[in-house]
């Protein structure tokens, strides 16, 4: 069993940038392809970025070139750097963790970009 528990995010103005974290518990986090999706209201939850346990990444074509996935297998963590956010980046955002038949997913954290 693992818990993905997200972190980071919050309110911010177009143009500005923020970090989400994902922190998993149990073992063989390394072992694990982990990946972020989000959903806005009223729309279903989509990719948004993917890490496999070689370092391996994919991005949406809506976020390509603004952000980055990135993963800290000592720290059991993974990472999501946003730039240049957009309002229409708006959503909750979920930590994902798959390996073989299982998937888990956290809690999300509420991401708004406004001014």
């Known amino acids: 069993q693992v818990q993905l528990v997200e972190s980071g995010g919050g309110l911010v103005q177009p143009g500005g940038s923020l970090r989400l974290s994902c922190a998993a518990s149990?073992?063989?986090?390394?072992?694990?392809?982990m990946g972020w999706y989000r959903q806005a209201p009223g729309k279903q939850r989509d990719l948004v970025a993917t890490?496999?346990?070689?370092?391996?990444?994919n991005y949406a074509d809506s976020v390509k070139g603004r952000f980055t996935i990135s993963r800290d297998n000592a720290k059991n963590t993974i990472y999501l750097q946003m730039n240049s956010l957009k309002p229409e980046d708006t959503a909750v955002y979920y930590c994902?963790?798959?390996?073989?038949?299982?998937?888990?997913w956290g809690q999300g954290t509420q991401v708004t970009v406004s001014s």
């Open positions: 994902k963790g798959s390996y073989f038949i299982w998937n888990y």
């Open positions: 149990g073992s063989r986090f390394s072992s694990y392809a």
């Open positions: 890490i496999t346990s070689d370092g391996t990444t």
